[in-house]
């Protein structure tokens, strides 16, 4: 509860109200509302299906939300033009389940990609090599910068994308399932990375994951998302020992 | 109301009605998904006047194209010269017509054979191709990423693949049409010992600007169908690697198709205008 208040006296940098999404008859999200604060990790778990990847891809103006209202640092982006909703993208980062890496390029041209648009965001004199080679240092890759990403295993894939969402300094990182698809060695050290990636930029992520550990280990604070809404909020100790059946469901090991 | 039509169908006509309301839907899906390609092609019309202008990735596309589809086309168009002049060969004897050689298949390559073949072999090896990869990069969430990075993902993959699909294969035609024309002639001078000049020079006179120009003019049209077909398969591929196959195979078969539909009306124009 403590954690709570601590968190509710921080800036919202982003905010949901009342979303409503569905595919034919079926209500993905019906009414869901989230709030990140400046510097926290706010971690979304729900089952497979739940509509989580929905929920993030909606943030981010990859789906239309059916209704409500999505503000990211102010902004409504429900509200912004094409060449807006751009500019605001500069400041999120996306971390997909799948890695995402461009196939057909290298991982160098793979990190300087994003740096095309938004050359604005570090001035004329933009130094790429510096960028890259700093990114990839960051996620501890610098070796493997003229692989192509068929050469990379899986957990290497997820660092290297990583490097990719953290090369554009965002002020908030969404992660779609960090973990998923590794083995709990890498998932492990994917879990690390991005906590250190959280100190050393003080980044707010929001990172949807079904890992418990995953969530026990990374999140200063919970949203249980059940039948397309924000069922539960709270911290993990607290939802963890939760009577409450659908709740307990989530923490059954 | 619909129901009661069909049903008076059925008895009139004596109907299968699985299969009738099998065909109505198949026939519907069609109409969607022309509807669907229309809007595609105006959104690329659209997006190709607005900046930013993806010179160096047109460029990198019409590389590849060009130099992937080059060696199919040239052998295509090698056996085909061959093929054609040894099949049509005895026929002409028979009327003592083998001096007409050059000229009919000079005719032939150019105005028609030449481009469809060059455009179906393409259709096989490029439109494939780009179904393949635009599908693939659309399951792994590539497009997606693209998006997210600000870039627009159609201007940067559609417009420059069908912009080079459309440079590229009128030049690929020409080539094409070089090396059926050369390969036609190795046959002629092993049966017939006519020589290199005498054999091209047949060739040109018999070939007027209302032979090439309308041929090439067209290839221009059977490259953006290419493109677009490819682009438009590939973009809005179904999730999951079946979609992707799927995604490469529909592209080919829907250009082939369109390809003939397009041949035609090019052929169809250029009989109004310069009387074949």
């Known amino acids: 509860m403590k954690a709570q208040n601590n968190i509710s006296n921080k800036n919202s940098v982003l905010e949901i109200k009342n979303l409503h999404k569905k595919f034919g008859d079926n209500h993905v999200l019906n009414g869901f509302n989230m709030q990140l604060f ?30 409500g209202s999505i503000s990211i640092m102010h902004n409504d982006i429900t509200k912004l033009n094409q060449k807006e909703l751009d500019l605001l993208r500069a400041d999120i980062g996306f971390l997909f389940q799948g890695s995402a890496l461009y196939d057909s390029m290298t991982v160098r041209e793979n990190l300087e990609f994003p740096l095309r648009r938004h050359t604005k965001k570090f001035g004329e004199h933009i130094d790429t090599e510096k960028l890259v080679n700093d990114a990839l240092e960051n996620v501890g890759l610098a070796s493997a910068i003229d692989l192509m990403p068929s050469e990379l295993s899986g957990g290497m894939k997820r660092r290297v994308a990583l490097a990719r969402t953290l090369i554009l300094e965002p002020k908030i990182i969404l992660y779609d399932e960090p973990t998923s698809g590794l083995d709990p060695i890498t998932a492990k050290e994917i879990i690390i990375l991005i906590q250190d990636i959280q100190k050393k930029y003080g980044t ?18 919970m ?15 607290d939802l963890s020992t939760s009577k409450d059946p659908k709740i307990k469901a989530f923490f059954k090991q | 109301m619909r129901h009661s039509i069909l049903v008076h169908l059925k008895v009139v006509l004596q109907i ?16 969607i998904e022309i509807g669907e390609l229309s809007y595609f092609t105006i959104r690329f019309f659209k997006e190709i006047l607005k900046r930013p202008f993806e010179l160096k990735e047109l460029l990198r596309q019409c590389y590849n194209m060009g ?18 002049t040894l099949q049509t060969r005895p026929t002409l004897m028979e009327f003592g017509a083998v001096s007409w050689m050059p000229s009919m298949v000079g005719i032939s390559i150019v105005r028609e054979i030449g481009p469809i073949i060059t455009a179906l072999v393409c259709a096989g090896r490029i439109g494939s191709g780009i179904g393949a990869e635009l599908g ?25 693949r069908v912009l080079a699909t459309t440079l590229m294969l009128p030049l690929l035609v020409i080539v094409g049409d070089a090396i059926a024309l050369y390969g036609s002639f190795l046959v002629e001078n092993i049966k017939g010992n006519v020589s290199f000049m005498l054999y091209f020079n047949q060739v040109f ?7 090439i120009i309308p041929a090439t003019i067209k290839t221009f049209f059977f490259g953006f169908a290419i493109g677009i077909v490819g682009c438009f398969k590939g973009y809005y591929c179904d999730k999951g690697t079946e979609g992707v196959g799927k995604a490469a195979n529909s592209a080919v078969v829907f250009t082939s198709l369109l390809l003939f539909i397009i041949d035609f009306i090019a052929v169809f124009i250029t009989d109004i205008f310069y009387k074949i």
Request: net charge negative.
């Open chain 1, 38 to 67: 400046q510097g926290e990790n706010l971690v979304v778990m729900g089952k497979s299906g739940s509509g989580k990847s929905v929920m993030i891809k909606c943030l981010v103006g990859l789906m239309e939300a059916d209704s």
């Open chain 1, 223 to 237: 949203i249980l998302l059940i039948d397309g809404i924000d069922y539960a909020v709270g911290i993990f100790s």
């Open chain 2, 136 to 160: 693939s990069m659309r399951v792994t969430e590539q497009i997606d990423a693209m998006e997210v990075s600000g870039t627009n993902p159609f201007k940067y993959l559609v417009v420059t």
């Open chain 1, 204 to 221: 707010s992520s929001l990172i949807i994951t079904h890992d418990v550990d995953c969530a026990r280990v990374i999140s200063d604070r």
């Open chain 2, 67 to 84: 130099n992937r589809s080059l060696l199919l086309v040239s052998i295509t168009g090698f056996i085909i010269g061959l093929v054609l």
């Open chain 2, 205 to 211: 006179n018999a070939l007027e600007f209302g032979d």
């Open chain 2, 16 to 31: 299968d009605m699985p299969k009738f309301s099998n065909i109505l839907t198949q026939l519907k899906s069609f109409l």
